[in-house]
């Protein structure tokens, strides 16, 4: 909710402040940096904190960072308070991941795609009140204010079950991996975990492409109106949210490399019905198939990465989060400075082509 209220108020906060476009995009850059540097930080910090209390300072740090945006006053404290708020979620992401990996080996099944579930439902959430503040009015800085003071009575409420050191202890090897050297702590000396983080990669290239330049293709290129453009993303996320609490259940039945296999071809197919269905439904409508499609690949991905036998969680799902976090940072300007050269269309095929490697990676990812 944190992220969702403060992307709610963006036009506000660049009004107040004055911010030309490149301004913006240059103080927004600012959330990716931190947040990958979250991913070389974070696994120090677990180690001598716990991933629960290291998860809990980043929760209370990002409501906390939400609080800071709304009262920024130039652009250049913009930029340190959005380097802040991606340290903060960033922190947040790694640990809020180790801790479902351990619940979900606890229980003994697939979980992890529902927990990413209620993220959705906390976008959702954070987008409405916020388009609600918004209507009445409300300035950005007293309501990210209350907001604020609301996540972080949720925090203190609940994470008071999280678990401790126990979800920071590294998976068990297989009896003849435990023969084997043991690895050092680089991402090359582990193939496995390098796929895994590719297929992570191109899923959020591919979010990061419907979340930036779904609304301006079905308006210069299909001539929506500017109401229903819009559409695009929310189907998306939809999709996303329903194929999310769904997935756990797709996940037992048919186990995760089946299940990415039939993920990255729904989510490809529905990137190409919205590029060459020929009119706004059909593109609408594939943009929803794309979120029913990649709702599960992610989680999917750091799932394995969390249990992978013999390293550390934070390490491994650190180096994987950064990963995804390259893929939907690099998408939407990738994706622009592509389109000015061969056009929108055609630029937009690249996610496509990118859901469909995830095909040949699932036989390096999944065991």
């Excluded at 999917?300 to 992978?308: K, N």
Aim: aromatic fraction near 6%.
């Amino acid at each position: 909710m944190a992220l969702a209220t403060w992307v709610s108020r963006i036009p506000a906060i660049e009004h107040r402040l004055g911010l030309s476009s490149a301004q913006l995009g240059l103080a927004l850059l600012g959330q990716p940096v931190g947040q990958v540097l979250a991913t070389w930080i974070v696994p120090t910090l677990v180690e001598r904190f716990t991933s629960a209390s290291v998860g809990r300072a980043g929760a209370v740090a990002s409501a906390g960072a939400v609080v800071l945006l709304g009262l920024a006053g130039s652009f250049v404290a913009l930029i340190g308070c959005m380097l802040v708020f991606g340290l903060a979620l960033g922190a947040l992401d790694i640990t809020m991941n180790m801790q479902g990996v351990a619940v979900e080996q606890a229980y003994g099944r697939a979980i992890m795609s529902g927990l990413h579930g209620l993220y959705s439902v906390g976008v959702l959430a954070g987008a409405l009140l916020g388009s609600i503040a918004a209507a009445l009015s409300i300035s950005p800085a007293a309501h990210f204010l209350g907001m604020a003071g609301a996540l972080v009575l949720f925090i203190g409420l609940g994470t008071r079950w999280l678990l401790g050191a126990e979800a920071d202890v590294a998976t068990s090897p297989h009896p003849d991996e435990e023969r084997s050297a043991v690895k050092p702590l680089r991402l090359r000396a582990h193939p496995m975990l390098v796929a895994v983080g590719m297929i992570a990669f191109c899923s959020m290239f591919a979010e990061g492409a419907v979340d930036n330049w779904s609304g301006v293709f079905l308006h210069q290129v299909r001539h929506a109106s500017l109401a229903v453009a819009p559409l695009g993303t929310a189907l998306c996320g939809t999709g996303m949210a329903l194929g999310r609490f769904l997935g756990d259940g797709v996940i037992t039945r048919h186990g995760r490399l089946r299940t990415l296999v039939g993920a990255s071809l729904l989510a490809s197919g529905g990137m190409a019905l919205a590029l060459l269905g020929g009119t706004v439904v059909t593109g609408v409508a594939g943009y929803g198939i794309l979120g029913l499609g990649v709702a599960t690949i992610v989680p999917i991905a750091f799932t394995i990465a969390g249990s992978t036998p013999s390293l550390p969680p934070a390490w491994s799902l650190s180096r994987v989060t950064a990963m995804s976090y390259v893929g939907q940072a690099t998408s939407p300007a990738l994706i622009g400075l592509v389109a000015q050269g061969i056009g929108l269309s055609w630029s937009l095929a690249m996610p496509t082509v990118l859901l469909l490697a995830i095909l040949p990676l699932t036989r390096y990812a999944v065991s």
